[in-house]
């Protein structure tokens, strides 16, 4: 027995080509679990380590390069980014939301934990709630592409739960990269608005996503294989255009730092590294690299400088482009929901595999978007449960383990491995029969689903 999503019959004049409506059903659950999610981000920032027993807030991991890069353009020095952060990568599209934040605080005498480590740096009041409401959003985006695949509420509401408590509190507070969550989120809007058919629309939310982070640029070709033969350039255009351009202005400031940070990409050795590290380039020796090592509890510290060699990460990352364009041929005439769904979280799950070296949270988009296949999938009773929520489980154990001084951690291994297992099984779970696959001609699934109050899909 299969499940599939019910389809409602068009009204007179309305072709089933048209753009869907952008209803959002049940979405107060989706932001009282942001709410709360953002609550407990403060309380595993500024409370919890004093009850375990640690004299200091919980330091935000890699956020203080984020909050420091934010200054720069703060001041009014976007060009500068990449020359005084070597290791910060992404376009700046985060650094401009946190930046009029950052200058609040530098006009209050608010302070950061560098160049000597503070157990309480005062920045953090008016930086953590701006990491915590943006991380928030992938719950809203990712519930928001739920309700577009017609995903039932019995499923949808463990899923926002889960986001919240395994993906976006520990990225938040213990790695410190919350423009991964926003890039989440504007990602599962995009693919939302491309199952709608609201192909333009789509284009420019992928654009804003690529700003926040460049795996985005991952989707782009499924972006393009599911667009209507006649807007295909132009979603390429609107799509492409703003990361484009503002790389463009980057380049033209400061051409040797950002062709270094935006182009090659340059991986320092402190990671988990897979096979692709010892075929990399060497890039060049960054300046230096602070390690704080806490004494007792964090009454006193210990600051030292070491150099370390960057080689070339782009190489590698090429990989899963490639793999990208290869899943979005495979959809190329049938772009179904399912297809789609199923596309996106192979081509997410190729930029783990084809990193120089793992760091978990580049796993989080590729579990978020299978958790939502495996959900949408028609899989029944508790398999679509254990499949989908082990992606969570995996990367949330791998944040855990989370200690960018310590360069070999399975945590990250086992996790992209069990990510990897449960690839094939979404792939498996979402391959329609030899006797259901669609014609050549038919069109995608439609995305709205009926208005009756569970919203389950329909058995046929």
């Known amino acids: 027995m299969q499940l599939s999503l019910p389809r409602k019959s068009a009204p007179p004049g309305v072709s089933d080509l048209d753009p869907a409506p952008l209803r959002w059903h049940d979405w107060p659950f989706a932001v009282a679990v942001a709410f709360a999610t953002i609550g407990l981000c403060f309380f595993a920032t500024f409370a919890l380590p004093d009850l375990l027993g640690y004299d200091q807030w919980q330091l935000l991991g890699d956020g203080e390069t984020t909050i420091r890069a934010a200054q720069w353009v703060s001041w009014g020095g976007i060009g500068n980014v990449y020359a005084a952060n070597p290791q910060y990568l992404p376009l700046p599209g985060f650094l401009i939301l946190l930046a009029p934040v950052v200058a609040l605080g530098d006009h209050l005498g608010l302070v950061i934990a560098y160049p000597f480590p503070i157990p309480r740096p005062s920045m953090l009041l008016v930086a953590a709630p701006v990491f ?83 795996w985005a640029v991952l989707l782009i070709p499924l972006l393009i294989a599911a667009s209507p033969p006649g807007r295909r ?143 949408g999938s028609g899989v029944t009773g508790r398999r679509w449960c254990l499949g989908a929520l082990s992606a969570l489980v995996a990367y949330s154990c791998a944040a855990g383990a989370y200690n960018p001084h310590r360069p070999y951690s399975m945590a990250p291994f086992l996790a992209l491995g069990i990510l990897l297992t449960s690839g094939v099984g979404v792939v498996l779970a979402t391959r329609p029969q030899p006797s259901e696959q669609p014609g050549r001609d038919q069109p995608a699934e439609s995305p709205v689903a009926p208005d009756h109050e569970d919203r389950a899909p329909a058995l046929v």
């Open 132 to 214: 915590f409401v943006t991380g928030a959003s992938a719950i809203l985006g990712a519930d928001y592409l739920a309700d577009t695949l017609g995903i039932s509420r019995r499923r949808r509401r463990p899923i926002a739960v889960a986001i919240g408590l395994l993906v976006v509190i520990p990225t938040c507070t213990y790695i410190g990269h919350p423009e991964d969550l926003v890039a989440i989120a504007l990602s599962c809007v995009s693919v939302a608005l491309l199952l709608r058919r609201h192909y333009l629309g789509a284009a420019i939310v992928l654009s804003l996503a690529i700003m926040m982070q460049s």
């Open 233 to 375: 350039l132009l979603t390429l255009a609107w799509s492409a255009a703003l990361p484009a351009a503002c790389a463009s202005m980057l380049l033209v400031l400061d051409f040797h730092d950002a062709y270094r940070s935006l182009v090659l990409q340059p991986m320092v050795g402190l990671g988990q590294h897979l096979p692709w590290w010892n075929l990399a380039g060497h890039l060049t020796t960054l300046d230096s690299v602070t390690h704080r090592v806490a004494i007792g509890q964090a009454r006193s510290s210990e600051t030292f400088v070491t150099p370390v060699v960057a080689l070339v990460g782009s190489t590698s990352r090429s990989l899963a482009v490639v793999a990208a364009i290869v899943v979005a041929v495979m959809v190329w005439r049938r772009p179904t929901h399912t297809a789609i769904m199923t596309a996106a979280s192979v081509a997410l799950l190729a930029r783990g595999v084809f990193e120089t070296q793992v760091w978990c949270y580049y796993l989080a988009p590729a579990a978020v978007f299978m958790v939502l296949a495996a959900a």
